[in-house]
């Protein structure tokens, strides 16, 4: 099978979704599907809205991953000068331009929602002395002024690099190629950083008495994972739509399996060494973490998360048969979108039984549903307004040539 | 833009790895030349030394063990003095090989041809230096087997809870697997120079090391996917060794080592330190043997790239640390960090984050990063910045939860000794490296070579192709 001498560079006329296509009638359905969903979460999560709010931070943390995975996946492209990817750069960029919406839709819990979510911090107890220790960072004003920059700085990167990838659509100009490298390594020095301010706030803070260093790791490892499983579900999609369907070959579907392969085993990793030094060492503020986590219920989920983010994919994604197969590469990166919700899902809810009556307690809302239907449909229906707003594919593109026809060897 | 015309990183294609177009025998010939030379005056000079200093650790060795641990400047809080440090420091140096042999192989990174075989020896050198540190700093040399799950008729075990008896799992089985990926990889330039011996006796011995490879296409089939294999099995590898070095310290409840980030933060200073080494040992190596062609400014700028991306995650790592410790609320974690700072070992603490975090920023700078003098002297600060990162960690005994019992760290001239000796082996190891083993990978540099590529003469290229695809044939039908 020697596609390299047969393949060609995709033209723009072959990459584009033609003007009545279905995907392209897509982003007014999803997007009123959004608010609906939102809308309906809000409404039927009752009336203190504390359950609205939990299921709404577990949605958007999870379609979070989307917009910040896509960002690295780009960056790492342009800063690594990576040949394979290039075939699938533009499907990257189209997740990482949510990103200024996710900021938008970031803003109304930094704005109302930090009362119902981060009671504990929000309104401490003067004797709480872990947490008013703590006031400096843990308020809303800090809080407010964090996700300011961190959604600044993502809306401003994602701007950046989807502009100037369109820019080399027109003119393949060598110099864009070369200045979208340049702000590579500044870009995983601002997302490294920002993704971790995200995870710390949004998420650990959740338990402010709890804390743990590699927490800001923990959430880039699911979300990177996460991304690479949408990512070859969304070039599957293209395929069927009948685009790119010589040129995104099994070795681009096995490189990018490889990828999430890579990261089940990381995230695996880190979420071990979290937990298990923290039950070897065994001190209260920390160990109450997992205990939350270990009753009301929740052992399951927690099982759960053990199985379905690490068990389940380590052994069914290590093949590279399984890979390279459309129909099981997309059980397995759907496979990881379930694990990875529940992954946030875990994380998030336990807090809200917790703040009240200091346990936890299992309870799935009909709100959760609705609000990642919610989020997820105004997410994507930018996704598949910038899909059909360009070529599905970079053009003009240096390293092309290697994308084109590319095989693991 | 002047940067656009940049040669060595192109806007379009890819720069050569290997200058000077060339040919298969021309790589054969500057890679066996040092070891085929008849004029070693200085690599004499230079093992000399070496095997001084080793007999510097043999002395100390053996004193340590005719007098016990008092010789050393271990005191009561601080239990763990310098032989922890040198352990971690050295079990550090390693992961660069098994970085650029297994993970690099697997990213398709085919500028690592040029230096995985000098990194992997690296490895195993510095490994065997690792090693020596738990062995000897048990006290009763005597019953050194305990650590070791033997059955013996006393029923004693170790303690399967300790991350010390993990260590043991972990550092031998790295140390094995290290040894036979470096092996595969040297079995077909052990052939080429069987082949080149002129000598009977150096013939036998090349011979014997082969396994009587002939570079038939089968053979090359199995030995690639042993390769890969290997490769895949040492890529966790990468990531468990360190990470269980780092549980040594991380288990414990000692405020400053009880922290979850140890672990990747370990790995990212291992492959840090590792990568700073490859440079202090490349960069002279390859100027003295003429392989600057092989090993060019390209390969040093790759490293000098990692070095700064390991650099700026330890630099995080140590962020995180002082973030969360004022964060916990936690008097104790706070008091320690501080204490790091500002205490009786803060200067220690600011040689380790001048050398750790401000020397790899200057690595942002592509004149930098090009500059082989510049990058000499920026990877000795790095070596000496890991291993103060070390003994700053090991130093949070000094002062622990129990203020009366504090005291300070003084080594004494053994201490001094034994590390120094370390070195010597290490150099001894490696001079003998430098003069038996081909110390650039010849067969894999052959590979990224453009003629290695069958398509690179358009037109002419029927026959390669047909042998490509029979090569593809075989491997898909065994």
């Known amino acids: 099978m020697s596609s390299h001498a047969h393949a060609h560079m995709p033209t723009a006329a072959e990459a584009t979704l033609d003007k009545g296509h279905v995907l392209r009638k897509l982003p007014v359905p999803l997007a009123v599907l959004g608010v609906a969903g939102i809308a309906l979460a809000f409404v039927t999560a009752g009336d203190d809205h504390t359950q609205f709010w939990f299921s709404y931070l577990t949605a958007y943390m999870f379609w979070l991953s989307a917009g910040l995975g896509a960002l690295f996946f780009v960056l790492i492209h342009h800063g690594t000068r990576a040949g394979w990817s290039a075939l699938v750069r533009r499907v990257a960029e189209n997740w990482m331009i949510t990103l200024p919406l996710l900021f938008l839709l970031g803003l109304p819990i930094v704005l109302g929602g930090l009362e119902s979510l981060y009671t504990p911090w929000v309104n401490p107890k003067p004797d709480d002395i872990m947490v008013v220790e703590k006031q400096a960072w843990l308020n809303p004003t800090s809080f407010l002024i964090a996700f300011l920059i961190c959604g600044g700085l993502w809306t401003a990167f994602s701007l950046y690099l989807y502009r100037g990838s369109r820019k080399q659509d027109a003119s393949g100009d060598p110099a864009i190629a070369d200045r979208l490298r340049w702000w590579a390594p500044l870009g995983y020095v601002t997302f490294g950083l920002t993704i971790t301010v995200a995870a710390v706030n949004f998420m650990m803070s959740l338990d402010p008495h709890w804390y743990s260093t590699i927490f800001g790791v923990y959430y880039f490892g699911g979300t990177f994972m996460f991304f690479m499983a949408i990512l070859s579900l969304s070039m599957m999609g293209i395929q069927r739509a009948g685009l790119l369907k010589e040129h995104v070959t099994a070795e681009h579907y096995q490189d990018i399996g490889k990828l999430a392969f890579a990261f089940v085993v990381f995230w695996s990793y880190i979420a071990f060494s979290q937990f298990m030094l923290i039950w070897y060492a065994n001190i209260p503020e920390e160990t109450l973490w997992f205990a939350h986590r270990a009753e009301g219920g929740w052992e399951w989920v927690t099982l759960l998360l053990a199985l379905l983010h690490f068990a389940v994919p380590f052994f069914f994604l290590m093949s590279r048969h399984i890979k390279r197969r459309k129909t099981t590469m997309a059980l397995g990166a759907i496979l990881l979108v379930v694990a990875h919700l529940i992954d946030m899902f875990w994380i998030i809810q336990p807090t809200m039984t917790q703040h009240v009556t200091g346990h936890s307690h299992f309870g799935l809302a009909l709100s959760d549903l609705l609000a990642v239907v919610g989020i997820g449909g105004l997410v994507c229906a930018v996704f598949f307004w910038r899909l059909g707003a360009a070529p599905v594919v970079v053009l003009n593109e240096p390293r092309m040539d290697e994308s084109v026809g590319f095989e693991n060897y | ?478």
């Open chain 2, 1 to 478: 833009m002047a940067m656009v015309k940049d040669a060595l990183d192109p806007v379009h294609g890819r720069a050569p790895l290997i200058l000077g177009n060339p040919s298969y025998k021309d790589i054969t010939e500057a890679v066996a030349r040092p070891i085929e030379l008849s004029n070693y005056r200085g690599w004499w000079v230079g093992f000399l030394v070496s095997a001084s200093l080793l007999g510097v650790l043999l002395v100390s060795i053996g004193y340590l063990f005719w007098e016990g641990t008092g010789i050393w400047g271990v005191n009561n809080p601080v239990g763990w003095g310098w032989a922890i440090v040198n352990f971690v420091f050295w079990v550090g140096i390693g992961h660069a090989g098994t970085l650029i042999s297994a993970v690099l192989f697997l990213f398709r990174q085919r500028w690592r041809t040029s230096i995985n075989r000098f990194a992997e020896a690296m490895t195993i050198f510095a490994v065997i230096c690792a090693l020596i540190f738990p062995g000897i700093h048990v006290g009763r040399v005597w019953v050194v087997y305990y650590m070791f799950p033997v059955p013996n008729q006393m029923d004693m075990w170790p303690n399967f809870m300790s991350p010390l008896l993990w260590d043991v799992f972990a550092v031998s089985t790295y140390f094995t697997v290290s040894l036979l990926f470096w092996y595969v990889g040297l079995i077909p330039d052990f052939a080429t120079m069987r082949d080149r011996s002129v000598s009977k006796v150096r013939k036998l011995v090349y011979a014997i090391f082969a396994l009587g490879w002939r570079g038939s296409m089968r053979a090359w089939v199995n030995y690639e996917r042993a390769y890969a294999l290997l490769a895949a099995i040492a890529t966790p590898l990468v990531l468990s060794v360190h990470s269980v070095v780092s549980f040594d310290f991380a288990v414990s409840f000692l405020p400053g080592w009880h922290t979850t980030i140890f672990p990747p933060y370990f790995v990212a200073g291992a492959i840090f330190s590792g990568f700073a080494m490859v440079l202090t040992l490349a960069i002279p190596a390859r100027k003295i043997f003429k392989l600057e062609h092989i090993i060019n400014e390209k390969h040093l700028e790759n490293m000098a790239k990692v070095i700064l991306l390991t650099g700026s995650l330890v630099g995080y790592a140590y962020a995180m640390e002082f973030f969360v410790a004022w964060y916990s609320g936690n008097p104790y974690e706070q008091f320690t960090f501080i204490n790091r700072a500002t205490g009786s070992f803060g200067w220690a603490y600011w040689i380790m984050v001048t050398c750790n975090v401000i020397t790899p920023q200057f690595f942002w700078f592509k004149k930098l990063r090009r500059n082989v003098t510049v990058l000499f002297i920026l990877s000795i600060f790095v070596n000496i910045g890991m291993w103060f990162e070390r003994f700053v960690i090991t130093m949070s005994l000094s002062a622990d939860n129990l203020p009366s019992s504090w005291d300070y760290f003084k080594p004494t001239f053994w201490d001094i000794s034994t590390l120094v000796g370390s070195f010597g082996l290490f150099f001894t190891l490696f001079f003998l490296f430098l003069r038996w083993i081909p110390m650039v990978a010849i067969s894999e540099v052959k590979g990224v070579l453009p003629q290695a590529n069958p398509h690179s003469h358009h037109g002419s290229v029927s026959g390669e192709d047909a042998y490509v695809d029979s090569a593809k044939e075989v491997l898909a039908h065994g």
